[in-house]
């Protein structure tokens, strides 16, 4: 069991918005603004898409934003195209453990 | 270009050891902590270890502590994983990656290896 929670899999249509969650607790996500996001297309590496809570690095899409409430991060794509359809992983700091944590992944399907 | 390209992967049984390797090119590699994730077979992400830049402070996850070693050579830009006593559970895809600068970046990677596969199994 991971220590985040994360939906087993969402879906949208092209163009479409849609929002993964990431619940965790006030002593990882809650507590610190050290959450991650990661893209992960089938037999490739994971790629970083958003870094501390909101912000994306050099390269990555402005149709990717992340954000936090309480205990739970959120990663929203904007726009979706069928290149979005992949798992995506939250990551997190957490006091729990000397190593950051991942959600159990999110599978997208763009239909 | 960054790249990080790991070898050493591989069939292994039961109780066996391994040693894998990440080459490192396109940045000052000892500027950077790294760390060793792995993902076992249409599984999630696992942290399973890290290091500083320079090898002062190594950290493990649970389920490998006492059975591996990270280590690095920054005179050769490389990163290892020493696996010994390996287990079925350890069978996996183990990915070398780059954590980020700043605070806040021993928390992300930024930059991953493309993979080496390890099979425990008689």
């Known amino acids: 069991q991971s220590a985040l929670t994360q939906p087993a899999s969402v879906s949208g249509s092209p163009g479409q918005s849609i929002t993964i969650s990431c619940t965790g607790t006030?002593?990882?996500?809650?507590?610190?603004?050290?959450v991650s996001w990661y893209q992960q297309h089938p037999r490739k590496a994971p790629k970083l898409m958003i870094y501390?809570?909101?912000n994306r690095p050099s390269g990555v899409s402005n149709r990717f934003s992340g954000s936090k409430s309480g205990n739970t991060a959120s990663l929203t794509i904007s726009g979706l195209q069928a290149e979005d359809e992949a798992d995506y992983y939250c990551?997190?700091?957490?006091?729990?453990?000397?190593?950051?944590?991942f959600g159990g992944g999110t599978k997208l399907t763009v239909l | 270009e960054v790249q990080l390209v790991e070898s050493g992967g591989g069939l292994v049984q039961p109780g066996g050891s391994l040693r894998l390797s990440c080459a490192a090119s396109?940045?000052?590699?000892?500027?950077?902590?790294m760390h060793w994730v792995r993902q076992a077979p249409g599984k999630g992400l696992e942290y399973v270890s890290a290091?500083?830049?320079?090898?002062?402070?190594?950290y493990y996850a649970n389920s490998v502590k006492g059975r591996f070693t990270i280590s690095r050579d920054n005179s050769k830009n490389m990163l290892y994983l020493q696996m010994v006593s390996l287990r079925t559970e350890d069978m996996a895809v183990y990915y070398c990656?780059?954590?980020?600068?700043?605070?806040?970046?021993?928390?992300?990677?930024?930059?991953w290896g493309q993979g080496t596969l390890v099979t425990v199994s008689s």
């Open positions: 990656a780059r954590a980020g600068v700043g605070g806040s970046g021993w928390y992300r990677n930024d930059y």
């Open positions: 396109g940045f000052t590699f000892s500027n950077y902590a």
């Open positions: 290091i500083s830049s320079n090898e002062n402070i190594t």
């Open positions: 006030s002593s990882d996500v809650g507590g610190y603004n050290y």
């Open positions: 501390d809570v909101s």
């Open positions: 990551s997190s700091y957490t006091t729990s453990s000397t190593l950051p944590v």
